[in-house]
């Protein structure tokens, strides 16, 4: 058994130490199978939701017998949550292939808002000016 699982009966009664502990071991993990939803979806309010779920949820879950089983379902939820999301606004998740590679269209660069930087950042004084450069 793993740390997480061993945490899973203390989450179940409501210990919120044990949610913590847990929390900060399947966070990254989480957080990284939402990796292809950033662009189309808010996977910050994902996230939270799903970890709001799994922490009501706890005492109902039964455990796979494999490592990790409350980390494995609390990606599902998140991972079912980003998709319904998808569905619900019509958007399009990024492939991973495509995030790892940098394939993801770059958003076209507004001319008029350079232009107007440019110019903020020439009335500025020397020093401050010299930062920016």
């Known amino acids: 058994m793993t740390d997480s699982d061993f945490l899973h009966a203390q989450i179940a009664a409501g210990d919120a130490d044990a949610f913590g502990q847990w929390l900060a071991a399947a966070e990254p ?3 990284g199978s939402l990796a292809s939803f950033a662009r189309v979806v808010d996977t910050e309010a994902v996230l939270q939701e799903a970890l709001v779920r799994v922490w009501q949820v706890a005492p109902r879950f039964t455990p796979d017998g494999q490592p990790d089983s409350l980390i494995r379902f609390a990606v599902r939820i998140a991972r079912n949550l980003a998709v319904s999301e998808l569905r619900r606004t019509r958007a399009r998740a990024i492939e991973a292939e495509d995030l790892d ?5 770059a958003p076209v660069p507004d001319p008029m808002l350079r232009q107007a930087i440019v110019d903020c950042r020439d009335k500025l004084p020397t020093k401050p000016r010299m930062v920016l450069d």
């Not at 590679?101 to 269209?105: K, L, Q």
């Open 29 to 31: 993990r989480v957080r």
């Open 101 to 105: 590679e940098g394939v993801v269209d």
